[in-house]
């Protein structure tokens, strides 16, 4: 039999597909398409401290195999979340994790206390990457200091599995993530999505209602795959990569080049189904090479 | 309603005028229940500068055939290449998606329809027909070719054509026609789908006397099923997602459309383009 | 009369479409495909101090709309260019740039002095953002100070049109963009390629024997475009924008964005004669939209 | 040489055994000189996993009726859209690139094929009969349907063939091939062409006979006409461009060929794959 289990600290996921927060709603969306209890983990949309309109439409705008987003953490904020959300997700058998977002520490630190009462839920991601707000957001990922501090506040009142969603919009992605273990992050997930714009041409305005927003999709992989590469050279702790991933050779990719697990996102939208699609590619592949446990991938690139 | 992905066979690919064709797809296994006003994401393939799915609208609907049919305008790349595809070809699609028009019982209906937005009402006008109302339909557009399919509106309902150039049916803008103009006041129920200008037009006289009036935005967008949360229109209570809280909103429910942002319809509609 | 004559500096450039460094030769390659002399520029080659080998084969892998490459400057020197490749450029009537490189800033005022003495060459590119290779390159592009210690440095010994050219990988570009323009650069260009990785999960190797490239082609659009709107916010002197573009409607969005002119690069690749293609575009674009100049295009956007 | 930029209308495309198949191509203007051993870049449309232009050797050449001929084996993507290609379908392609064979007038010719290596070498001989030389042709592969158009090679020149499984010809790789191993004295020129193993084996024992040989490399390409530098191949003067200062080399010349990051059509060839 291929062992298809993997672990994020102490937590172990029955394979190492999960699905990236903003692109997979809180799960139950997907119910009609397949079963979420053959998920490795699911990680819901953003949830602030308090509710959140977002930002004004066009959020999106498509490009060459990708896609700006602009969507600014809509979300009903975390008591909402905590009373009517969470209680829905308790019947599947996965791992549902939160990503945690706010503009100011205090902010997440209100969040993550919060999540940290609920029994279902085993971790939460912090996303101090999110290109699309004003305040707080892509600002704490871009530099150390800032990345360490909002990780140490978070980690003193949250007690289960933290994972840190990096920023690629950074000089030195690796020195960011050491930042984060150094602050007590028990995982790094990355990429979150690159600022980029785009512009109508014939209408002379940006797309985007607010102008730049985040890139996502297959255009992102080869530099998904890189800084992936490079954060496993540099930190201890389990790495969830993602950022384009559309099929089971790009999902094996990412974990040779050394993440645990890995986030299918943009690609849900194309085909609802693709995460199953992949779960079952890498089992191919692993018989088809005669590797018994995914583990065995993980960082195997020979270089 | 549970939704599918299906590989629909194409049928039958066929020019409805202008830039408008008709797509007839067959299922591989029996419909889904669908609702008029529910739309479907179908996937484009072959082509190296359409990455998400494209929404149409379900323009009509035949359970016995196990078909649906799609009215589709060239407006860009993906609807280029779909309108080059070939019976017998797969596409693959998802749906029935979103909150269709709410139907009634009220005998005296409206429906009206700029250019592609008349998609929908094909389908609507076929349900009512079945609960034993005809509706009136209003269609109109820039030009004769840019009404599509107004002899299958007329088999279903009291088909009135209003054109900017008047080369079919009254000319001027469908709130200009005399149906519209001076027998609003007949109708319980309006419906429409089109350009948002029109819709905002239409809606703004039915308010004035109080008929409910239901309108189907067609805001871009990304994931078709409420989860990336890219097509939300503003509402009174906030953000709501066109694709799965709408795309029909009661008119009232609406605030701040944008209408020089608005749908795609609204090219060859809008008089100064 | 459709006027697509544009400026950087005081050298004028007949329309503003030029070539990007790397991607065009020495332009003479392309003769065949096209007429030289109605290009807008052409940006050769990098040259060195030294002849240089470059890196091993392979150095390059094809990604979603893109691909990666890691040529690493293989070039022959600036004295080899100086005697032997410019001479053959004079006979056009474009403008050639040379594209200035090295690992030590002695090694870029050696160049750039050498180049100084061309009287065909009416400026230089001072690629600080190269990724290919160990040492210096990417490096000078990627921190304030040392990007200002080279652009001062060249500047003190070269005077005609000087066009530094920055690299994508940094947390704010904006801000090495003035610093380079507060050492005397009379242009930027942007962007160089975006660091990426490709792996073969079959053979689970680098596809590249450097493992990491520059990533290049339409994927890399939205984030260029980004980078040129934040450029343009910061600094007075001129931008030239590159990053897949590939046709006319690319190359308008760039001027829109703020781009006084632009570089096509991996789409000749793709059509050897896009360059013709794009400044006819622009023409028909200009005439449609009934401009005059396209300097009227130039930061156009309306946010 | 003059290189152009062509949409070539395909006149034919034809299975020829196993994974490969011929593209016929018709040019809409008179052909450009065209040396054996040269190629064609092609680009691959409506496949949005293929963004650069394809590399293939000219298999044959006729300029009474305008048309090349591409023998390709599918490999991977590009390889697999191109082969469902229809007649009267455009193909654009950019050649004649490189630098071909050269071609002297001696007499005793030995060609070496291996897999989908064998494209170039049906010009090559064809160039040569028209000097009144007939080649001697020897080409492998594992099986059978791995030595593609042996029937047209007869045609050209006194051909041999060699398959690992014995299935076709004799058993074994062609350098072990009888004509390989006791009559490659005899000749005075040596081209070959296929995985980089068998073309190195070649080289190794026409070295060690003092005979000329040229070889055909198949590095990755991104441009094909020497401008982006990625197809360099090590040499005694150090890096050169396989697309313009080969694709074909003097053996001696070459040196470090890499042969597991070795030639497309080393999957075939190999033995243990
Ligand atoms: C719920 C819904 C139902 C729809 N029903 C139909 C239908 O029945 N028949 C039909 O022909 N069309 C319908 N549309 C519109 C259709 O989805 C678009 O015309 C199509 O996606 C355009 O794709 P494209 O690749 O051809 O255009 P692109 O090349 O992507 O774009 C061309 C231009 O149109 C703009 N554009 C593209 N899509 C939209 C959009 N949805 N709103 C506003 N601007 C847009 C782009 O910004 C661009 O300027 C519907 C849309 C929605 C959301
Ligand atoms: C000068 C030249 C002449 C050629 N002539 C012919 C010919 O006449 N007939 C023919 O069938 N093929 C020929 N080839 C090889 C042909 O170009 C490749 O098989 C083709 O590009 C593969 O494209 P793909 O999209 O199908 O494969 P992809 O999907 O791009 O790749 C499939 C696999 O093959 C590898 N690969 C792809 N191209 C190459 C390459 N050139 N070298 C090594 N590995 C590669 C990839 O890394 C990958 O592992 C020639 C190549 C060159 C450079
Ligand atoms: C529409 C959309 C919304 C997103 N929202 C969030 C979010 O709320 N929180 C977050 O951490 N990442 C968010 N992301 C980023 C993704 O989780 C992921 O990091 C990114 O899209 C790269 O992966 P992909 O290329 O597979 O999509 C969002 C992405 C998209 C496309
Ligand atoms: C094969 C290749 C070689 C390159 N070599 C150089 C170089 O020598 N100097 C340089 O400044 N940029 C070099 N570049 C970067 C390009 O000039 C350009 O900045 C980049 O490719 C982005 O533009 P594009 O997407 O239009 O290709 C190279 C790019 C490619 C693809
Ligand atoms: S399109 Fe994704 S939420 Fe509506
Ligand atoms: S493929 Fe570009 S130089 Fe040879």
Redesign the interface.
Known sequence: MTDLSVKINKLKLKNPVMTAS????YGY??E??LDLSRLGGIVV?ATTSKHR??N??????????????A?GL?NKGVDYFVKETCPKLTKYDTHFFANVSDSTIEGYVEVAEKINELDYIPGIELNISCPNVKEGGMAFG??CPSAFAVTEAVRKVYKKTLIVKLSP???NIAEIAKAVEDAGADSVSLINT??????D?E????VLST??GG?S???????A??MV?QVSKAVKIPIIGMG?ISNA?DA??FL??GATAIQVG?A??????VTIKIIEGIED?LIRHRIKKVTDLIG???? | MRKVIHSLKVLENKSAGGDNFTLLLEAPEPLPTITPGQFCEVKVDNDPTVYLRRPFSIHNVDYKSNTITLLIKVLGKGTAKLSGIKEGDALNVVYPLGKGFTISDEPKVLLVGGGCGVAPLLYMARVLNEKGIRPTILVGGRTTVDVPRVEAYKEVGETHVATEDGSLGEKGLVTQHSVFKSHLADFKRIYTCGPEGMMKAVAKAAEALEIPCEVSLENTMACGIGVCLCCVTETKEGHKCVCTEGPVFDSTQLNGWNIDKASTCSKPYLKNE
Chains 1, 3 share one sequence.
């Open positions: 903003g692109t997979f709603g969306e997907f009609d398409f949309k309109e977002g004004k439409y066009p959020r999106m705008a498509e490009t060459a195999l990708g896609m700006l987003n969507v809509q871009t530099s919009n950074v000089t690159l600022l980029g714009m785009a512009i041409a209408k002379r305005r940006p102008v730049t890139l999709g297959p255009a992102v992989k080869p530099v795959l890189r590469y384009g050779t094996i990719e040779l080049a943009t849900n939208f194309i085909d609802p189904q592949y195997a690139l020979e270089v």
